[in-house]
């Protein structure tokens, strides 16, 4: 079993749908991350969360320390949303460990 | 503000052979950490290094090794090149002793091994 698990796996919306992604792990973290990465494999950091509900434009991460799980949320999905979103948490030492992804497509 | 800069993008390598895979951080930050994103797996950790010196290691063989300059950008080496090693590196960087730490990623070097 992977210590990050990520949810769903693969996801299509229509332009405008709400979009939530789901991240579970089950070792301690000090923070946990989301990360986007494009076609190409840049890879961008939205946000880096320990505690509480971050929000940038149309991004909402949230976390809960006790349940061990954190969702990415994404309002008035658009189609160049299209790109793999990945949970990373940060455990001891600096090291990140990462879920799977999850390969999101918005169509128009 | 420049970004964490890779080179090379891309890199076409044989079994056997060793490949050098370069990374620049952001200024200022001390740090740089190795990542590879193997076709159909996740990231995967590699190696971190901090003030030139190795802190911590991923599972892998020591045949994955690289080193920190001075100037803080870093190297990594992988020797005795197999099919398997064939993915995306991706170098990261951040402050070190920043509290909270925000990691930058690069573009990424593609390594195809035939």
């Known amino acids: 079993k992977n210590e990050v698990e990520q949810s769903p796996q693969n996801l299509t919306a229509q332009e405008g749908e709400f979009i939530t992604i789901n991240c579970s792990y089950s070792?301690?973290?000090?923070?946990l991350h989301w990360l986007q990465q494009h076609p190409g494999g840049g890879i961008v950091s939205l946000f880096m969360?320990?505690?509480g509900k971050k929000k940038h434009g149309r991004l909402i991460a949230t976390i809960n320390i006790q349940e061990k799980h954190s969702s990415l949320h994404i309002t008035a999905s658009h189609p160049r949303d299209s790109a793999v979103y990945i949970c990373a948490v940060k455990t001891s030492g600096s090291r990140l460990t990462f879920g799977e992804g999850t390969q999101l497509t918005v169509n128009p | 503000e420049a970004g964490v800069t890779q080179s090379p993008t891309h890199l076409i390598k044989t079994r056997g052979q060793q490949a050098t895979l370069r990374c620049s951080p952001i200024?200022?930050?001390?740090?740089v950490y190795w990542y590879q994103q193997a076709l159909g797996l996740g990231l995967q950790f590699l190696l971190w290094y901090d003030e030139g010196e190795e802190r911590n290691r991923g599972n892998f063989p020591p045949r994955f090794s690289g080193r920190q300059f001075p100037n803080y950008s870093s190297e990594l080496n992988v020797n005795a090149l197999e099919l398997e090693d064939s993915a995306l590196y991706l170098c990261a960087s951040s402050l070190r002793g920043a509290g909270v730490e925000t990691q930058y990623f690069g573009p990424g070097t593609r390594l195809l091994v035939l």
């Open positions: 969360l320990s505690s």
């Open positions: 070792v301690g973290i000090s923070a």
């Open positions: 200024s200022g930050h001390t740090s």
